[in-house]
């Protein structure tokens, strides 16, 4: 291999390794956002101000990795190598069973929610899916949730392939 050759190889396997640490980042930046609406929305408790600096800054990088680089990297293919792409099509497969069973779920909690057999907490669990809520809102939880859950798959898939 000519000295061309072995830089396009480098530079591609440098850019798969970037892959795989683009997709750390963002599911950092899912657990750092899933945590935050856990003590926001559903707990109530809010020990900072929306307003301090530190809070905004780490905020903002969550929102950056999860709503920007994580849509990026789900999209574009010439990013993965050939492990990242079975890994994708993999984790594809495991999101087609649960956006086929998750509607299923969420509709028996908002029955036993209906019918007074669910615990008072399913209340405001079942939030983000009240159907009088604007359609934009609803749009937002269910891009949001799809995209994090497609890096946390993606994640767990990868982790246990390395046991």
């Not at 929305?41 to 020990?47: F, H």
């Not at 009088?132 to 995209?147: C, E, H, I, N, V």
Request: hydrophobic share 55%; proline share 5%.
């Amino acid at each position: 291999m000519n000295a061309a050759g072995k830089q396009r190889a480098s530079t591609r396997e440098r850019r798969h390794r970037w892959y795989f640490r683009l997709m750390d980042l963002c599911l950092l930046a899912a657990a750092i956002g899933t945590a935050d609406w856990l003590r926001d929305d559903v707990i109530g408790w809010k020990p900072w101000s929306d307003t301090n600096p530190v809070y905004l800054a780490v905020g903002t990088m969550a929102l950056f990795f999860s709503f920007l680089v994580g849509p990026i990297l789900i999209l574009v293919r010439p990013l993965r190598d050939e492990y990242a792409e079975q890994l994708w099509k993999r984790t594809a497969e495991v999101m087609i069973y649960f956006v086929t069973l998750a509607p299923l779920a969420i509709l028996a909690a908002a029955w036993a929610n209906y019918l007074d057999l669910a615990p008072a907490a399913m209340d405001s669990a079942l939030r983000p899916f009240d159907t009088r809520q604007p359609f934009f809102d609803f749009m937002w939880y269910a891009w949001m949730s799809l995209m994090l859950l497609f890096v946390g798959i993606f994640q767990f898939l990868r982790w246990k392939d390395s046991r």
